[in-house]
Nanobody
Framework: VQLVESGGGLVQAGGSLRLSCVAS????????IGWYRQVPGKEREGVSS???????NYADSVKGRFTISRDNAKNTVYLQMNSLKPEDTAVYYC??????????WGQGIQVTVSS
């Protein structure tokens, strides 16, 4: 059972990236999935989430720029990130908070936005 992120990398400010979170061993459709990010020396912060029913939430800092979605057929949750800013630079993690007794985290993926 795991979550695996992909799609990160280096992009110039104003550019776009799409992160993918692929689940194996369980069905993402049945769980809320969230995206978080963390920079060195700071706490991990919530970026966006999507409930099992499709309700979405966004941090104020990314509203209007990021879009979370899911493809149940591919057991994947996406984070489309547009108009990226240098302050979006972080390691991004996906999370299934209600899976099992303690939730499930992916390994994280680096996103770097150059100015």
């Amino acid at each position: 059972v795991q979550l695996v992120e992909s799609g990160g990398g280096l992009v110039q400010a104003g550019g776009s990236l799409r992160l993918s979170c692929v689940a194996s061993g369980f069905t993402t459709e049945d769980y809320a999935i969230g995206w978080y990010r963390q920079v060195p020396g700071k706490e991990r912060e919530g970026v966006s989430s999507i409930s099992s029913g499709g309700r979405t939430n966004y941090a104020d800092s990314v509203k209007g720029r990021f879009t979370i979605s899911r493809d149940n057929a591919k057991n994947t949750v996406y984070l489309q990130m547009n108009s990226l800013k240098p302050e979006d630079t972080a390691v991004y993690y996906c999370n299934a908070p209600y899976y099992g007794s303690s939730g499930l985290w992916g390994q994280g993926i680096q996103v770097t936005v150059s100015s």
